[in-house]
């Protein structure tokens, strides 16, 4: 395993991935800057006019739903399946999912049309599409925040891998992600991590930076949520608040220790 996620994280380096973003405007800068600071290349773009030629340079595409808009649900639509065409992979956070019909009818939509290679969310987005695709108990969300824990949303993610064939990335306390069949579990991170806008949606963008060179889809979810928890942990011990944690976490992840990032994966026991 730790080797597997130290070739993920050297691949990232030597190649410096185009990852391509729709993203939301509160997080577009802060996204971008961590794809700088983690070794890869960012592209923001949204015009569906675009997407055809964008779509040939993207290393790797990353849907984000946060601040939804029809049009640019019509870009996410486009832009990935026309990744998926060549072969590329594609990255969904369902922003929200759970906090209004608009949102969780529009992260199951591009699940079901675009097929992503990964599901990146918080427990209680990912719990609310499972809850909707079993037609069980809807779970609500606090606005983009999670009310319940990753290890919670365990089984969740493993009913949506199942159903979409997708890899599913569960961020908390501990990160989780499993593609049905395996599971993996993260070890790290900051307490000020939920109090900085952005890091669930910069951990969405670095896993579109590994899913563009890791072929194996559980690794590479597990390999960014490892970067992230390293880097965040690190920045979180030197940091005064959450004001001096962002630019701490930019330099702990254009610093990282592979090593350290890759000792935080483990496989979780059934």
């Known amino acids: 395993m730790k080797a597997q996620i130290l070739n993920a994280i050297r691949a990232v380096y030597d190649s410096v991935p185009l990852v391509h ?4 405007f509160v997080v577009m800068q802060v996204s971008a800057n961590a794809l700088l600071a983690a070794h890869a290349s960012p592209l923001m773009a949204h015009a569906v006019e675009e997407m055809d030629d964008l779509t040939d340079i993207d290393a ?3 849907l984000n739903i946060g601040t939804l808009d029809p049009a640019w649900l019509e870009s996410m639509e486009l832009a990935g399946s026309l990744m998926k065409k060549k072969g590329k992979p594609v990255v969904l956070d369902p922003v929200g999912a759970g906090a209004s019909g608009l949102r969780t009818r529009s992260a199951l939509r591009l ?13 209680s987005e990912i719990m609310a599409l499972a809850a909707e695709i079993r037609s069980a108990d809807k779970v609500t969300t606090k606005g983009v925040d999670s009310r319940n824990s990753s290890d919670e949303a365990l089984d969740s993610a493993r009913a949506l891998a199942e159903r979409f064939g997708c890899a599913v990335s569960v961020s908390g306390e ?5 593609d049905g069949r395996s599971s993996l579990v993260v070890e790290g991170g900051s307490p000020l991590m939920p109090l900085v806008t ?9 896993t579109g930076a590994y899913a563009a060179v890791c072929p194996d889809r559980l690794i590479a979810a597990a390999a960014a949520m490892a970067v992230m928890a390293s880097a ?5 011990a ?11 976490f930019l ?8 090593e350290d990032a890759a000792s935080r994966v483990r496989v979780l026991e059934a």
């Open 174 to 178: 501990r990160d989780v992600m499993t």
């Open 251 to 258: 330099d702990e992840l254009y610093l990282l220790d592979p």
């Open 21 to 24: 973003s729709i993203t939301n």
């Open 232 to 236: 965040g942990e690190k920045a979180g």
């Open 238 to 248: 030197r940091a005064k608040g959450p004001g001096s944690f962002l630019p701490a």
């Open 60 to 62: 790797a595409l990353v």
């Open 198 to 206: 952005g890091m669930g949606c910069s951990a969405s963008a670095v």
């Open 111 to 123: 699940l079901d049309t675009v097929r992503p290679d990964i599901l990146r969310g918080n427990a």
